[in-house]
């Protein structure tokens, strides 16, 4: 189940790059599976001037790169540092970024609290990702909303994903 800390991030959701919002979903049901915890986002898009006060290096004005928790179905934080160890683990050895010492998932505080900050790479597009989205040349858009990015659906991402009956919106 994802959660969004505001209506607004709900929305900006929809902008992001396909590839980050099929991730999202597959760390959600891997959280939900394995903890039967929540995700809530924290933050998805923002403008360039935002990320440079954050500390950022550009990544989240691309709509590649989005911040979670985790969280209990009353939305309420859960913290489980030997569980997010595992997950970041998991994540990035399935998942690599594949640049230099980046990571996918990564748990950390830029100094707006601590968080999980999971992104998708501009032009490096992960085999596990071009199946789970149906796409066979390895090309993928960096830019939110441009032709090729739908939305990320259940039937886009091909059934990899299923929200657990009991958290069925």
């Not at 929809?14 to 924290?42: D, E, G």
Request: proline residues 4%; glycine residues 8%.
């Amino acid at each position: 189940m994802i959660f969004y800390k505001t209506f607004e991030e709900q929305q900006e959701f929809k902008q992001l790059n396909i590839r980050v919002k099929a991730l999202l979903h597959m760390v959600a049901s891997m959280v939900w599976s394995k903890k039967r915890y929540c995700v809530i986002v924290t933050d998805c898009l923002r403008t360039t001037e935002e990320d440079k006060a954050l500390g950022g290096v550009g990544i989240h004005p691309t709509g590649r790169a989005i911040d979670f928790n985790f969280c209990d179905l009353n939305q309420e934080r859960i913290f489980d540092s030997a569980f997010s160890v595992q997950l970041m683990d998991e994540i990035n050895t399935v998942i690599p970024y594949g640049y230099g010492h980046y990571k996918t998932l990564i748990f950390h505080d830029v100094g707006a609290g601590d968080h999980f900050h999971l992104q998708v790479s501009r032009n490096r597009s992960t085999e596990i990702l071009d199946k789970t989205l149906g796409r066979t040349n390895g090309q993928a858009s960096d830019k939110p909303g441009s032709p090729g990015d739908q939305e990320a659906t259940p039937e886009t991402i091909k059934g990899a994903v299923r929200e657990p009956e009991s958290c069925a919106a």
